[in-house]
Every structure is written in C-alpha cells, then in structure tokens.
C-alpha cells in the first residue's frame, strides 16, 4: 500500500511539473515548516524575432522563474525556416545561433545553460560535432546527453535542446 502511495504523489509531482506548475516554498516557510504558502511561478513563452518560422505547435523556450526550458532546435536559417547546406558542421552552429538568440531575448546567454541534449543522426559525425559545440562552451561546459537517433525532422543530422538557469 506504501509503494502505491508513493507512486500516486510522485506521479501527481510529475504532471504538476510537466504542465508547467513548478513550485518553492520560501525561506521563511523553510524555518517555521508551513506548507501553506506554496505558489505558482510564472510561465513565458519567449519567442525571439529572428528565429524560424515552422508553424509547428511548439514555443521557442518557456521561462519559468529562473529556469528557461529550450525547445530542440534544428540548424535552421531563421529566414526561410529550411535546413542549412553543408553538413553537421554548418547546421549545428546554425542551431546553436538559433539558440543563443531564444537565449537573448530571455536576458541570458550560453553561461547561463545548465544542461544540454543533443541528438545526432550518426556516430560518424560525433567529433565534427563536439569541435563545433567547444565554440560555444570552451571552459566549464554544461552538463550534456548526446543520444544517436535513428531520423530527424527534414534529415537534418543534428537537433539540440538545452535548460539554462539565470
């Protein structure tokens, strides 16, 4: 009966943080133990105005308090919304450039990210790719999963998703 229980709240933890309702208990609530002021933090959709348009059903990033959940990003060319030529090289700075502009119109930039996924099509491109990514964090990179995965949207050979913290 205790491991139905513990199944039952961790499970209600886990829809109440997916549907974007992150909760704290302030430092004054930490001395006295009073649960009764847990509180909402806000949630905004940050949408930069150079980024592709893919009339896809997602947000650039959400920003809830601090924390800004990065949507996966494909290299992209914000102007015409298509993959760019020339290999793993070119679409992963191109995604990353998209990245960092979800980022400044957040008020953050790449020393704010905490975690990072990267998906990759192939193995085979995996050293083209680090090369690239040490661009953007040369000293004390983020945190990093990187999964081969069997497709990607339009082909594309690489799709990155971070979460920054201010």
Request: overall charge positive.
């Given at each position: 009966m205790r491991h139905i229980a513990v199944?039952?709240?961790?499970?209600v933890a886990v829809a109440a943080?997916?549907?974007?309702f992150p909760w704290h208990v302030d430092a004054a609530?930490?001395?006295?133990?009073?649960?009764?002021?847990?509180?909402?933090?806000?949630?905004?959709v940050i949408r930069p105005d150079r980024f592709?348009?893919?009339?896809?059903?997602?947000?650039?990033?959400?920003l809830a308090g601090d924390t800004l959940?990065?949507?996966?990003?494909?290299?992209?060319?914000?102007?015409?919304?298509?993959l760019v030529p020339g290999g793993i090289e070119t679409e992963t700075r191109?995604?990353?450039a998209n990245l960092g502009e979800v980022l400044k119109t957040a008020g953050m930039n790449f020393g704010d990210v905490v975690s990072v996924t990267a998906f990759i099509s192939s193995f085979d491109d995996f050293p083209r790719f680090n090369a690239v990514y040490r661009e953007y964090f040369p000293a004390?990179?983020?945190?990093?999963?990187?999964?081969q995965v069997a497709g990607l949207n339009l082909g594309a050979r690489v799709e990155i998703q971070m979460i920054a913290v201010r």
């Open positions: 199944t039952l709240v961790l499970s943080a997916a549907v974007g609530d930490r001395q006295t133990g009073n649960p009764a002021s847990l509180t909402r933090t806000t949630r905004r592709p348009n893919t009339g896809l059903p997602y947000s650039p990033a959400i959940y990065l949507s996966g990003q494909l290299g992209r060319d914000p102007a015409t919304a298509k191109q995604a990353l004390d990179p983020p945190a990093r999963a990187t999964v």
